[in-house]
Nanobody, 130 residues
């Protein structure tokens, strides 16, 4: 059974940091595009960052560039999102999702909310507040 488990969320003050983890079970992440997405109350879900074992880091949203870093640990079948200098606007439920194996960079889907991202976790809440 394919499953994602996100963790690492919590309540943090502005300027603080959290490291979010996304552990996959039931399949290997190696050839997948893995994305971190977030959804704030009353807003649409948006892509934050994406990474692929064979394409590398693919995308950062403009709003998180320089503050967030995506990485992966193949040995642990895990993708991380290090979030630094958090702002109240970063408050959201953060989800990880995967596309399934992708072998062609040209044909690979964009880092965006789409049916191409077939496997989703349940999310972890990040709240940035003083």
């Amino acid at each position: 059974q394919l499953q994602f488990v996100e963790s690492g969320g919590g309540l943090v003050q502005p300027g603080g940091s959290l490291r979010l983890s996304c552990v996959a079970s039931g399949f290997t992440l190696d050839y997948n595009i893995i994305g971190w997405f977030r959804q704030a109350p009353g807003k649409e879900r948006e892509a934050v960052s994406c990474i692929s074992g064979n394409f590398g880091i693919m995308y950062y949203a403009e709003s998180v560039k320089g503050r967030f870093t995506i990485s992966r640990d193949p040995a642990k079948n895990t993708v991380y999102l290090q979030t630094n200098n958090l702002e109240p606007e970063d408050t959201a439920v953060y989800y990880c999702a995967a596309t399934g194996p992708q072998y062609s960079r040209v044909k690979a889907p964009a880092c965006a909310v789409s049916p191409e991202f077939r496997y989703w976790g349940q999310g972890t809440q990040v709240t940035v507040s003083s």
